[in-house]
């Protein structure tokens, strides 16, 4: 893109007719400096993973999100501020004006904006520690958690193995109690007595 506008200002510069003298002129006067174009290029690796998962989002291979169904809107931590009814309708008195002529600061753009990405991901997309990493131990791309500590790699997979046991235990318990709800009739029919004594023995077994 840089490029293409240098060729248009040098293209501009050639002609001779007022329009194109007048529009070489608001060119020059609006296109960024050469650091500005500089923090742009640092931004694009920045960036691209956020806008590549935009476009994967976007509904072009998954089923779009619709918030205006209350049972997908889940963003329920946003809060919405209402415009102060003191304030003029006038959108100048509340909407602040960029001038595309004014360069802008550059200076540490990059820790800026990675700065605040962080703190966004962390609002928006915070997950308790304990349950990511194990979250990440069944991920067959991360499950090696080479990315912590041998000790928190540990700990991890002794809360995945506790979190396992507790689940089979809670099942145990829930087949126990369905087994002794058994009724009188279940257990006559769960077996077929050959004679009358076998019979009294399943309705009766103690």
């Known amino acids: 893109m840089r490029h293409i506008i240098g060729a ?3 293209y501009l510069e050639l002609e001779n ?3 194109s003298k007048r529009n070489c002129s608001r060119l020059k006067k609006i296109n960024l400096t050469n650091k500005e174009w500089m923090a742009i290029e640092q931004l694009i690796p920045v960036l691209r993973p956020f806008a590549d998962a ?3 989002l976007g509904g072009n291979y998954i089923e779009p999100i ?8 889940f963003d329920e931590d946003i809060g919405y501020e209402d415009v ?11 909407r602040r004006k960029i001038r595309i002529n004014t360069p802008q600061n550059c200076d540490n753009l990059i820790l800026r904006v990675r700065a ?14 304990e349950t990511g990493l194990m979250a990440a131990l069944l991920d067959p791309r ?11 790699a540990q700990t991890t997979f002794d809360n995945l193995h506790v979190l396992f046991n507790n689940s089979n235990t809670n099942i145990s318990a829930t087949q126990v109690q369905e087994n002794s709800d058994d009724s009188l009739l279940v257990r006559m029919y769960r077996r077929q007595p050959t004679n009358a004594d076998e019979l009294v023995h399943n309705i009766f077994p103690n």
């Open 142 to 152: 991360s499950k090696s958690l080479l990315f912590i500590s041998p000790y928190d």
């Open 66 to 73: 619709d918030f205006t169904d209350p049972s997908t809107a």
């Open 116 to 129: 605040a990405l962080y703190k966004s991901l962390n609002h928006y997309y915070s997950v308790p520690t």
């Open 54 to 56: 935009t476009e994967f």
């Open 17 to 19: 007719n007022r329009d």
């Open 84 to 94: 102060d009814e003191d304030i003029d309708n006038n959108p100048s008195t509340y």
């Open 8 to 10: 248009m200002i040098s």
